[in-house]
């Protein structure tokens, strides 16, 4: 510590309020925040409830932003992953409740290195680990700081939207109507297009913001929460294939038919370490059950988010045989059967919420009056098939030990899983190797883990479907990547608090000692204490290679799977 | 396409690709042309291919075919390359001093490589299934705690039972075995009459112990199991690592002593 230059302050949750991540930064001033406390939406809320260093006042200071569209502007596009909701000031917001495919998608993945930047690498890398340049500045002059800039917030224009977007259902969103929920709060792809309905101004808030208002005021959660289930609901129901022949009219019938329950527990990561130490036995009986083998079918289930294992009655226990994920459906043969050739075939399995679970629950009086009539006879299912379908553990493409370790593990919430065939796999670490190559030297993953049938899981980001570290994150340092979804870490913005570390059901998430080129840790100016960042496997996401870790492998024995795949995943478990 | 099919397909293009060669060296030598040349130029020209799989290893950045790809064409064209190497030598072994050194290199540049990938293909699986599957740079730290938990114990065992026979036991046969690596060649083979052995001596001590002793016993039993896993893994996974350095260094000596060959050839020619 005798080199001054190496302590620094350490980052704080107010560091880089959101306004200051926009290309053209515009301070917020207290009679804009004070404007914005008088929105309806805002307006019940009481301050006595927040704590003294968490204020409303605060919270909307560092996490509220003022946006201004022009008409047609796109403000949020389908399939892009965000973490802010937008309240509509002035002007108005059009849904589109169409997919707009790729019309406007592809945006510029500027982030990756040309081939010269890549082979750079070869002589840029630092020699010693975790090196950074940190220095004490916050971004008071953005323009300085790229790093903190948000190349999501820069504006999308689609050259004639109006065109694209003639003949599509909409719904106008006038001033004072929230948005952008469903992204912020779940942690999942945005499921609409909103564009500027005219000139119009937004206030956007990330969602740690709406986190934590949502904790401390009662009224606006009840609020955020009725427009969340109304929002995802209509929007999942459209998405889902057995409803695509269904009218407007029809489809809002079944949507107020529709159930939206919820089973386990939202914040399932912080129970995980003690139920891994139950035996196979007792963790699937403290699974809730959402259907159950052998009951009538009284309606479907359609998974919203979480998973759900699928078991059959074995001997003395149960045997799981499939699990499901978002948009996947449970109880759809039964009903339709029972409907088409009027028979009573009971549940074949048994659902249960793996951690927690949202689904859409539709009666059968609903489907039989409004769906299956409307559905063609070839997407009914035949009789023999149904049975097939409902399957036996001689379909399953996974031996039953895997699923059990997978499913048990929660292994089935990675997209992009490493998983390592040991029987395969030399222990020649080029894989490691590859990877701190890509990383400046560091190595983000672990090539250790559990393993079952000879396949290992290794300590390696999963980017999951359902991403609990970003959860607790107080600066919004870990997010997802808004173009592809990966789950990434804003090393300039990330205050070390280890809250993503912790929450990591899997372990693989480390936290590391920033240094200086040469070598020595970085100081907190005020504590005195090491300068910490969280460190993880970003799927080389600013690679042109893609993983490298699976590039290198020369034996083929590691792969990213993507784990709602299962068909892929038994493919490659069981290649020969 | 899975294991079977590029199998089959990479064990189609040898055969078609050396059963070309041949035929187009039979050909030439039939009309009385001078074919050394032509072969050595082809077999550097392979053998430099070759060595670029190791490059790729340094350039995980920049996509040049995932590493799987090119461990098979370098199964593939390895072997062409002996297939080549047999024609430019018309299959004999060179008789004088330079050839045939430079011969020999080949031979164990070609049969480490078939070695290594023997191994590598017969390792992994038995590795996974016998101890735990631990990070090779870890196997020392592991080691040396293994020993100091053992050495704890004794000293536990003379405290409580103001006895020596364990810690005599340890000092006669298991000092030796927790302070290195042992039974090296044993572990390579797969053969486990010195574990064996070991825990029978153990274990043979239970009927002079007393209840606390048999209780120490019964750890320092499985601390030698633990000890022998590690020695287990760190043999195997030294094997599965250490082919290499004989490998790449032999390669690097071979095209070194063939360029002066191939200059050789060319000014004597």
Not at chain 1, 19 to 42: A, Q
Not at chain 1, 189 to 210: C, F, K, N, P
Not at chain 2, 207 to 216: S, W
Request: include cysteine; aromatic fraction near 8%.
């Amino acid at each position: 510590m005798s080199d001054s230059s190496q302590i620094v302050k350490r980052p704080q949750r107010w560091d880089v309020p959101f306004w200051s991540e926009l290309e053209n930064p515009e301070p917020l001033t207290p009679g804009v925040v004070d404007r914005w406390l008088e929105l309806p939406i805002f307006r019940g809320m009481e301050a006595s409830r927040f704590p003294l260093n968490n204020s409303p006042r605060d919270i909307l200071a560092n996490d509220g932003r003022l946006r201004r569209f022009k008409a047609g502007d796109i403000i949020v596009r389908q399939g892009d992953y965000g973490h802010s909701a937008f309240i509509v000031l002035s002007g108005s917001a059009q849904v589109i409740l169409d997919n707009l495919g790729d019309l406007v998608r592809g945006r510029e993945d500027s982030s990756r290195k040309g081939w010269l930047g890549a082979l750079a690498q070869l002589w840029r890398n630092p020699k010693l680990p975790e090196v950074r340049n940190l220095g004490d500045r916050r971004p008071e002059r953005p323009e300085e700081h790229t790093d903190f800039i948000d190349k999501d917030a820069a504006g999308i224009f689609v050259q004639d939207i109006n065109v694209i977007i003639k003949g599509k259902r909409t719904v106008d969103l006038p001033a004072g109507e929230l948005f952008g929920e469903i992204a912020a709060l779940s942690r999942t792809a945005r499921t609409s297009t909103v564009i500027a309905g005219s000139d119009s101004e937004m206030l956007e808030i990330r969602w740690q913001g709406l986190r934590d208002i949502r904790l401390h005021a009662p009224e606006f959660k009840e609020y955020v929460d009725r427009l969340y289930r109304d929002h995802s609901l209509l929007s999942h129901l459209r998405e889902t294939a057995m409803f695509r022949h269904l009218d407007d009219a029809t489809l809002k019938r079944v949507a107020a038919a529709t159930e939206f329950l919820t089973f386990g527990n939202f914040e399932w990561y912080a129970t995980y370490s003690k139920m891994r130490e139950t035996s196979g036995a007792e963790r699937i009986q403290k699974e809730p059950v959402i259907a159950q083998e052998g009951h009538y079918p009284n309606g479907v289930y359609l998974v919203r988010s979480g998973f759900a294992r699928l078991s059959e009655t074995y001997n003395n226990g149960e045997r799981t045989v499939s699990y499901l994920g978002r948009g996947q459906i449970y109880g759809f043969a039964e009903v339709a059967m029972n409907w088409k050739d009027k028979t009573e075939l009971p549940f074949q399995r048994t659902l249960r919420a793996v951690g927690y679970a949202d689904v859409l629950f539709v009666p059968t009086s609903v489907l039989e009056a409004e769906v299956l009539p409307r559905l063609p006879t070839a997407e009914l299912p035949r009789k023999r098939l149904a049975a097939a379908g409902l399957g036996g553990v001689r379909d399953m493409k996974i031996r039953p030990e895997m699923m059990e370790f997978m499913v048990e593990r929660r292994f089935i919430n990675g997209t992009a899983t490493m998983i390592i065939d040991m029987d395969r796999c030399t222990r020649c670490d080029d894989c490691v190797r590859a990877c701190a190559s890509t990383h400046n030297n560091n190595p983000r993953f672990l090539r250790h883990g559990p393993i079952a049938d000879g396949f290992m899981i290794a300590n390696a980001c999963m980017h999951c479907q359902d991403p609990v570290c970003m959860i607790g994150c107080p600066t919004g340092a870990i997010h997802r990547d808004s173009a592809h979804g990966l789950v990434v870490i804003n090393d300039r913005t990330c205050i070390g608090c280890a809250t993503c570390a912790n929450s990591c059901p899997y372990d693989n998430i480390q936290m590391v000692t920033a240094r200086s080129p040469d070598g020595r840790p970085f100081y907190d100016r005020a504590t005195n204490q090491p300068i910490q960042k969280a460190a993880k496997c970003d799927l080389c996401s600013n690679q042109i290679t893609g993983p490298a870790c699976a590039n290198a492998c020369p034996h083929d024995a590691l792969v990213r799977m993507d784990m709602r795949d299962v068909d892929h995943l038994g493919s490659w478990l069981n290649r020969q | 396409m899975n294991f079977t099919t590029r199998r089959r397909l990479g064990c189609f293009l040898f055969a078609a690709t050396a059963g070309l060669a041949w035929v187009l060296d039979f050909s030439l030598r039939v009309r009385l042309r001078r074919v050394e040349l032509l072969t050595g130029l082809t077999l550097m020209v392979v053998i430099l291919l070759l060595t670029l799989f190791n490059a790729r290893k340094k350039l995980p950045f920049l996509p040049l075919l995932r590493a799987s790809t090119w461990m098979q064409i370098h199964i593939y064209v390895g072997l062409f390359s002996c297939v080549l190497f047999g024609l430019h030598t018309g299959w004999r072994i060179p008789r004088g001093a330079f050839e045939f050194a430079l011969a020999l290199l080949f031979y164990l540049v070609s049969a480490s490589g078939v070695v290594g990938l023997a191994i590598s293909r017969w390792l992994p699986s038995r590795l996974t299934v016998q101890g735990e599957n631990v990070i090779f740079e870890r196997i020392p730290a592991l080691r040396a705690a293994v020993r100091r938990e053992v050495e704890e114990m004794v000293v536990e065992s003379v405290a409580k039972s103001q006895s020596s026979t364990i810690a005599d036991f340890y000092e006669a046969r298991l000092r030796n075995y927790f302070s290195r690596q042992r039974f090296l060649v044993y572990h390579l083979v797969g053969y486990g009459k010195p574990r064996h052995e070991l825990l029978s001596e153990a274990q043979s001590l239970d009927r002079y112990l007393n209840a606390d002793e048999r209780g120490i016993l019964g750890r320092i039993v499985e601390k030698i199991q633990a000890k022998d896993d590690l020695d287990l893994q760190a043999a195997r996974q030294g094997l599965l690592k250490g082919w290499l350095f004989v490998h790449i260094p032999l390669t690097y000596s071979m095209i070194l002593m063939a360029l002066v060959h191939g200059i050789l050839g060319w000014k004597l020619s």
